[in-house]
């Protein structure tokens, strides 16, 4: 069955410093998607990567980056030089290309991190 | 360009009363979703159109939730009567299309108070 698993809860940094959170999946398609989501305390969920499962280059984009490895079913999102406006609650999410036919998300419960100045 | 769109920002009713909540989709999306999120469960989907059909509505809990999709522009959530354990913040999202790689586009959620 799919699953998508986030064991950091809370994460607690100092300005500056650079903070990874974990992602780990698990499915049985050889077809997924993996996604990246942003809550802000304003609550809305801000997209932020897609990954298919054929793509395992690593993606950077300004102090973001994502590592994807399908050797050990994980996504990690790596943010660099960390600074308050990161301090959210961060979700990692799979649809499989056979989960019925639609973009069902399955989430993870999400890490909440904090950047403190 | 206009988000996803979600009235109203926050309700406080009554246990017994009828709540509705309702959603704008971003223009020439085709799928929209209904998601609710608790501490205790985080984000469960309750149900999910496509092309105004309602096609997986496994995730609705019970039958005092209904939900509809009269045009390609407005959705509804109706809960009657609300409960409670009803209390959350309710999402309304919407993907260009239902491809597994169509990411979701989420509102700003509805926080529901029930007492």
């Known amino acids: 069955a799919q699953k998508v698993t986030q064991a950091q809860t809370e994460i607690s940094v100092v300005e500056k410093e650079d903070v990874t959170l974990d992602c780990v999946y698990e499915t049985r398609d050889t077809t997924y998607y993996l996604f990246w989501y942003k809550q802000p305390p304003s609550g809305e969920l801000v997209f932020l990567i897609r990954r298919n499962s054929f793509d395992e280059q690593n993606e950077i984009s300004g102090r973001y980056s994502w590592n994807f490895q399908k050797s050990t079913s994980s996504f990690n999102f790596t943010i660099t030089a960390s600074q308050v406006v990161d301090s959210a609650v961060y979700f990692c999410?799979?649809?499989?290309?056979?989960?019925?036919?639609?973009?069902?998300?399955?989430f993870g419960a999400g890490t909440r991190l904090a950047v403190h100045p | 360009d206009a988000g996803v769109i979600q009235s109203p920002r926050h309700e406080v009713t009554e246990m017994g009363q009828e709540v509705t909540l309702r959603c704008k989709p971003i223009?020439?999306?085709?799928?929209l979703f209904w998601y609710r999120q608790t501490m205790m469960r985080g984000l469960e989907l309750l149900i999910y159109f496509n092309n105004n059909v309602p096609i997986d509505d496994s995730g609705m809990p019970e039958d005092r939730f209904s939900a509809k999709m009269p045009n390609a522009s407005f959705s509804t959530l109706k809960i009657q009567p609300s409960e409670p354990r009803d209390s959350a913040v309710y999402f309304c999202?919407?993907?260009?299309?239902?491809?597994?790689?169509?990411?979701?586009?989420f509102g700003p959620g509805t926080r529901l108070t029930v007492t």
């Open positions: 999410a799979l649809s499989e290309a056979g989960s019925g036919g639609y973009n069902k998300l399955i």
């Open positions: 223009s020439g999306h085709n799928s």
């Open positions: 999202a919407s993907s260009y299309s239902s491809g597994a790689s169509d990411e979701q586009y």
